[in-house]
C-alpha cells in the first residue's frame, strides 16, 4: 500500500495536493491511503514514527508553527527510504534544500505551474516505488521476500498443490494458495486462466489467437482462456 503524507497549512493548497493525488491513482494499480495534516502535529509524528509501508512524504517547507526542512531532517534520521517532495511559496528555500543532505525527490513552487508539476513528481515517485516493492511472506518457517517486478507469473501445480512463483531467474514452489500471493501483490496481477496470474508489466506479446502469452525475457505460456481475455484487453 502507498502512504501519501501531506502537510499543508493552506486549505486551497491541500485540497489541490488531494485532488492531484486522486487523479494520478485513478490510472494506477497501487492500493493507496492518504493521510492530511495542516501542521507538524503529534498525529503527524505518529504516522512518521509508524512502520506504515512506501511512504511518500509531500511537506510544506514553512508553516505557522513549524519548518517542514526540519522535519524532514528527523525523517531521514531514521528513515531513508521514503520519498519526500516539498512544496513552498518562497523559492529561495529551494537553496537551503540543495545545501542539506535529505536525499528528496523533488522541490515545487505553489505558483509554478504546481498542478502539473505535483501530477508528475507523484508519478516519479510511484515508479521509484514500484521498482523497489517486494513480497514477504512466511511460508513453513521460511522468509521469502521477492521482488515484484522480478515476477513473471504465478500459477498452480495440481499434482502437490503447491503455488509456483516464476520471475525472471527463479521459480519457487510455496504453500500459499494464488489468491494469497495476488493478495501480497496489491491484487495487481491480472488473471489470464483460472490457474494463472500475469504480471503484464514484464508481458511482451499477447498471441490471442493461440493463447499464448510472451514475456519481455523470452519466456512464453500458453495460460491464456477465452474467458479471460477480455480482462487483459485483447
Known sequence: MINFIVVDDNKKFLDIIMDVITKVMMHNKFIYKTHFFDEY???????MNSSLSN???ILDIETKNSS??????????HDIDSIIIFATVHNE???????????????LCKFDDFENKLFSS?????????????????????IYTIPYNDILYVTKDSSDRKSIIVT???????????????????????????SCFVNMDRVRV????????EFDNGESIDLLSNMYKKGIGV
Open 55 to 57: 511512504k511518500i512524504y
Open 68 to 77: 517542514g526542512i526540519d522535519v524532514a531532517r528527523k525523517i531521514r534520521k
Open 41 to 47: 502535529d503529534s498525529g503527524f509524528y505518529d504516522i
Open 168 to 194: 525472471v531467474n527463479k521459480k519457487y514452489r510455496v504453500g500459499l494458495s494464488l489468491r494469497e500471493i495476488v493478495k501480497l501483490c496489491e491484487n495487481r496481477l491480472i488473471q489470464t486462466h483460472r
Open 122 to 142: 507523484i508519478n516519479k515517485a510511484l515508479e521509484y516505488i514500484h521498482h523497489r516493492i517486494s513480497i514477504v511472506f512466511d511460508d513453513r518457517g521460511t
Open 93 to 107: 528555500a529551494g537553496l537551503v534544500l540543495l545545501k542539506d543532505d535529505l536525499m528528496f525527490l523533488t522541490f
Open 206 to 213: 499477447v498471441r490471442k489467437h493461440d493463447g499464448i502469452i
